[in-house]
């Protein structure tokens, strides 16, 4: 696509704090003159019998028709008998893969300097596959579900992203010491998707080990592939290793050429309607989704601005240790613009 043909995609402002950064991204994209239309899908107040949750047929349709999206956190009721929302996403457009790429942020100081990783998740089954139920009172159970096909098509993302992106290790991460079957079947995967691509770097990383390295060195990474639980706890470790959830960004990447960009953190219910939040993390997850589009140039503008405000330090929300509004923050960021 050219840069001066607008496109459409798909906006899901989300919950919480979601509607305030989707906000900064608009005001943002608006300004760089990203020619882009958004078409916005808000979380329902009632179950649509169709999908069996919160978000309506037509929301998906919309994401379907486009192929690219950004998404806002979306709170998940805890034990209330339906469908979790962002579940319903990635299994109704079968977004299999997420992408969370963790680096330092130059200007601004965490524990080390040179993070530069990629996490890439399964996202369709594993421990999320939603199949529990009580055996007898007092005992339940949760199958983790590991099939060829996912893990297959998980591992081809991986090693088909670091060809692509210059990158020249993969870890596959696991337990298959204690889940043998399971991670067994991951593990045998990944090895044979990476007998494919002899020029990348395979290893294979257990789990506990793994967050020990994280913690100690997070340079001894460079892409890592994993079952989702796994992948939902480590990329959230790794977040912290760069400053927190208000910086992450993600992709969520599905068959058929389907991305939807969403931050890593969640609703925030704690700072909710207060101008608090970091936009950063949205944000980053819409320039991920520029890339996506080939709008290189908006991106690089962007992803400049965005840096060049922290480093600077002058305009700095509440979680990076300033006092500056979700506003305040935004508009810096167009002025540097
Ligand atoms: P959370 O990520 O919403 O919040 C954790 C902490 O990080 C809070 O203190 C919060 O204030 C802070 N934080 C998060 N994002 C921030 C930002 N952009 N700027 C500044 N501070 C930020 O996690 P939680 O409290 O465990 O979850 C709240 C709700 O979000 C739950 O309903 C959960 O299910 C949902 N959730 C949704 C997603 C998603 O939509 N992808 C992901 C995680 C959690």
Redesign the pocket.
Known sequence: CSSTTPITATMFP?D??GPE?AESVKQVFTTAGVPINWEEHYVSTEIDPRTQSFLTWESLESVRRNKVGL?G?????IGKGHRS??LTLRKELNLYANVRPCYSLPGYKTRYDDVNLITIRENTEGEYSGLEHQVVRGVVESLKIITRQASLRVAEYAFHYAKTHGRERVSAIHKANIMQKTDGLFLKCCREVAEKYPEITYEEVVIDNCCMMLVKNPALFDVLVMPNLYGDIISDLCAGLVG???LTPSCNIGEDGVALA??????????AGKN????T?LLLSGVMMLRHLKLNEQAEQIHSAIINTIAEGKYR???LGGSSTTTDFTKAICDHL
């Open positions: 989300g919480g704090i950064i998404k956190p979306m709170a998940t009721p929302l962002n927190g959830l208000g969403e931050a890593v953190h969640g609703s925030a219910p704690d700072i608090l939040a970091n936009p993390a929300t509440a979680d």
